[in-house]
C-alpha cells in the first residue's frame, strides 16, 4: 500500500500549488503511481521526500502529471474551418490585430500552428499570439523548437517547406521568425489571473483532464476573459454541456461565441 492519496495530494499542493483534485482522480492516481514503482519507492510519503530533495525527480514529476500530448494542425479540418469561417469573422469584428491566446499550448505546436495560419493574412511583423502552460518544461521545449517529422504529419507542406528546416530523419526546427511571433508564459487555469480582451481563446485536448466543476470554473474564466462576440475554440473530444448558461451560443462544430 503506498499510503494516503489525499495527504499526497496536499503535500503536492504545497509544494506546487497544482491543485490535483481538480484533476479526475483515477487517471491521474493511475499516472501517479506509474511514475513511483518506476523508482522503486514504496509509499507517496517516501516519494515526496524524493521530489523535495531531487530537482530532476521533481521536473519529472511535473512533465509527467501535466498532460502532453500536442501536434501541429491537431485535427486539421477543425483548422480548415478556423481559416474559412473563424478567422474572416474575428478579422470582421475586431479588426487584423487580433489578440490570441493558446491555453494550456504544450510544446508550442499549437501557438506556432495559429502563427504559420495568420501569415497568409498578414506578416509576421504584426502577429503576436500569448502562449501559457502550467509546464515550464515543456515550454523551454517549445521555445526550443525541435519537433519530431510525426509531429507535423497534419500540416500543410506550403508551411513545412517555408518555415522549418530539416535536421535529420526525424527532426525539424522551426524558425526563428515564426518563434519570434508566440509570447510563452507560465500559467495554472485553476488559480492564475486570466489576460483580457481576447478575439480569440484556443484551448484543446485539455479539459477532458478536470473534473466537471473545474471545467465549470474554467470555462466561466475564459467567457470573462473574452470580448463580447469573440471566439473560444475546444478540443474535438470536449463540449460546453449547457453552454448558454454560461454565455456561450454555438458558433461552428468547436467554436463558441460570448454572447
Request: hydrophobic share 35%; with cysteine; net charge positive.
Amino acid at each position: 500500500m503506498l499510503g494516503s492519496y489525499e495527504a499526497f495530494i496536499q503535500s503536492i499542493y504545497d509544494m506546487t500549488k497544482i491543485d490535483l483534485n481538480s484533476y479526475k482522480e483515477r487517471q491521474m492516481k493511475r499516472r501517479i503511481e506509474a511514475l513511483i514503482t518506476k523508482h522503486g519507492i514504496p509509499s507517496y510519503s517516501e516519494y515526496i521526500l524524493k521530489l523535495k530533495s531531487d530537482k530532476v525527480a521533481y521536473d519529472e514529476f511535473i512533465n509527467y502529471i501535466t498532460i502532453n500530448v500536442s501536434e501541429f494542425y491537431r485535427n486539421p479540418e477543425q483548422w480548415k474551418l478556423l481559416e474559412n469561417d473563424v478567422l474572416p469573422y474575428l478579422m470582421d469584428h475586431f479588426g487584423r490585430d487580433l489578440k490570441i491566446w493558446s491555453a494550456a499550448c504544450s510544446t508550442g505546436d499549437e501557438p506556432y500552428s495559429l502563427v504559420m495560419l495568420l501569415s497568409k493574412y498578414l506578416p509576421l511583423s504584426r502577429i503576436k499570439i500569448y502562449a501559457t502552460d502550467i509546464d515550464k518544461t515543456v515550454m523551454e521545449k517549445a521555445k526550443v523548437g525541435l519537433y519530431h517529422v510525426k509531429s507535423l504529419k497534419s500540416l500543410p507542406d506550403e508551411f513545412i517547406s517555408k518555415y522549418f528546416t530539416k535536421i535529420n530523419d526525424r527532426t525539424y526546427q522551426i524558425s526563428d521568425t515564426v518563434k519570434s511571433c508566440v509570447e510563452f508564459n507560465q500559467h495554472d487555469l485553476l488559480k492564475d489571473p486570466y489576460p483580457s480582451n481576447c478575439d480569440l481563446i484556443v484551448c484543446r485536448n485539455v479539459l477532458i483532464y478536470f473534473t466537471d466543476d473545474a471545467k465549470n470554473k474554467i470555462y466561466m474564466n475564459f467567457h470573462k476573459a473574452l470580448k463580447k462576440d469573440a471566439l473560444l475554440f475546444v478540443g474535438s473530444t470536449e463540449q460546453i454541456i449547457q453552454a448558454q448558461q454560461i454565455g456561450f451560443t454555438n458558433f461552428r462544430s468547436f467554436f463558441y461565441k460570448k454572447v
